[in-house]
C-alpha cells in the first residue's frame, strides 16, 4: 500500500501532538503550537505535511515556505530564530526487517518530497534534523546535500553522585567546592528570559556576530506552548543577575538552547559550571533521560562542554539548491 501525503487537515492537526510525542525525532518545536510562533516570527508559511498508511500515520514533516523577490525557499526550521532541531519525525512501524522499515521510511520521504516540487517548487531548501534522525539517504537521492554535524549530550539516567563523578575534575570541584552561600540559581519566567536573550545578545554583539532571534519569539513561544517548556534559569549574587541558560524540556529531553556565555560581572563563581548542574539536577530529579549541550562543533566551545563527559551525536545539515541559490542564501546568519 502507498503512503499518501498531505497539507494536515483541521483533523490532522487534532492529533499532530499525539504524532509528536510518538516519534523519537518529535521535539518541544515540533508541536503545533510551536510551528505557528515560528512561521509568525520568520514571516513564513507552514505547510504541516503528514503521511498516512491507509489509516496509519507514518511521519510528519513541517516545512516552511518564505518567499524572497519572487523566489521560493524552503526551511525546517525557518532561518533566523536559532531553533536547534526541526525536520522530518517518523512514527516508525516496529517491523524486524530493515527492508521493510527502509522502504516505509523512503516512500513517506517520496511523498514529502513530490509535493513540496509539486505546490511550492523552490529555488532552495534548508533543513536540519533531530538526533534521532540517522538516515540522511532519502535527501541524498533526491538531490540534497547532506552535511553531518554535532552535539553532545549527558546521560541524566546515573545517580546524581554517579554523574558528578564522571566529570572532569574542575568541574567536580566546582561543583563541589564553590559555597553554596555565595549564589542562588533558580528557574524563573518572562522577566528572566528577558535577561538571558539581552546578555546573550550583548555578547554576540561584543564578538562582531549578529544575534537576530526576536525577544518576542521566545517570549511567545515559552507562553505557547502546549506540553514543552522554557526554562530560564539564573545565577544571582547578591540578588543581582550574573548568568542564565534557557533550557528547553520536551518529553524525556532537556537540552541548553541559549545562554551559558560568559559573564562580565567581577564574581568569584563558576557561573555556567553551576547553572548547567541546576539543569542537570533538575533533570535527574524530573525523570529525563538526557542533557543536550546543543552542539559540539565549534573546538574552543568543546573544551567547556567536553568535561562533562558528554557522548557525542549526529545530526544533519541538508542543502538544496543551485550554487547561486546556496550563495545568496549564505546571508541568513542562522540558516547553517
Known amino acids: 500500500m502507498s503512503i499518501d501525503v498531505r497539507r494536515a487537515t483541521e483533523d490532522d492537526l487534532a492529533e499532530w501532538n499525539e504524532y509528536v510525542r510518538r516519534s523519537a525525532q ?9 510551528l505557528r510562533v ?10 504541516p505535511l503528514v503521511g498516512f498508511k491507509g489509516q496509519e500515520p507514518v511521519g510528519i514533516f513541517p516545512v516552511f515556505e518564505i518567499r524572497k523577490q519572487f523566489v521560493t525557499t524552503v526551511f525546517s526550521p525557518p532561518p533566523h530564530l536559532r531553533v536547534p532541531y526541526l525536520g522530518p519525525a517518523l512514527l516508525d512501524h516496529q517491523s524486524p526487517k530493515r527492508r521493510k522499515r527502509e522502504r516505509r521510511r523512503q516512500r513517506f520521504m517520496d511523498g514529502c518530497f513530490e509535493w513540496i516540487d509539486d505546490e511550492l517548487n523552490p529555488k532552495y531548501g534548508h533543513v536540519r534534523t533531530a538526533t534521532a534522525f540517522d538516515d540522511a539517504r532519502p535527501f541524498t537521492w533526491h538531490g540534497y546535500d547532506a552535511n553531518p554535524e554535532y552535539t553532545y549530550t549527558v546521560d541524566l539516567t546515573l545517580p546524581e553522585d554517579d554523574l558528578l563523578m564522571t566529570f572532569s575534575s574542575d568541574a567536580r570541584s566546582n561543583v563541589r567546592n564553590t559555597d553554596e552561600e555565595a549564589y542562588e540559581v533558580g528557574v ?3 522577566e528572566e528570559i528577558r535577561l538571558i536573550h539581552e546578555q546573550v545578545s550583548n555578547r554576540y554583539e561584543s564578538q562582531g556576530i549578529g544575534f537576530d532571534v526576536p525577544l518576542e519569539f521566545v517570549l511567545d513561544l515559552a507562553d505557547r506552548s502546549e506540553n514543552g517548556h522554557v526554562r530560564p534559569y539564573t545565577l544571582c549574587v547578591d540578588d543581582e543577575f550574573v548568568g542564565g541558560i534557557l533550557a528547553l524540556e520536551y518529553g524525556g529531553r532537556t537540552g541548553r538552547w541559549m545562554g551559558g556565555v560568559r559573564t562580565d560581572a567581577d564574581v568569584d563563581v563558576p557561573t555556567n559550571d553551576l547553572l548547567d548542574w541546576a539543569i542537570m539536577k533538575d533533570g535527574i530529579e524530573s525523570g529525563l533521560e538526557t542533557y543536550d549541550l546543543v552542539g559540539a562543533d565549534t573546538r574552543r566551545i568543546n573544551r567547556y562542554k567536553a568535561k562533562f563527559n558528554p557522548d557525542l551525536r549526529t545530526y544533519y545539515s541538508l542543502e538544496y539548491g543551485s550554487w547561486g541559490m546556496r550563495t545568496a542564501a549564505s546571508v541568513y546568519d542562522s540558516v547553517k
Open 26 to 34: 518529535g521535539t518541544m518545536c515540533h508541536e503545533i503550537e510551536a
Open 188 to 190: 524563573g519566567g518572562s
Open 38 to 47: 515560528q512561521a509568525e516570527h520568520a514571516n513564513a508559511t507552514l505547510h
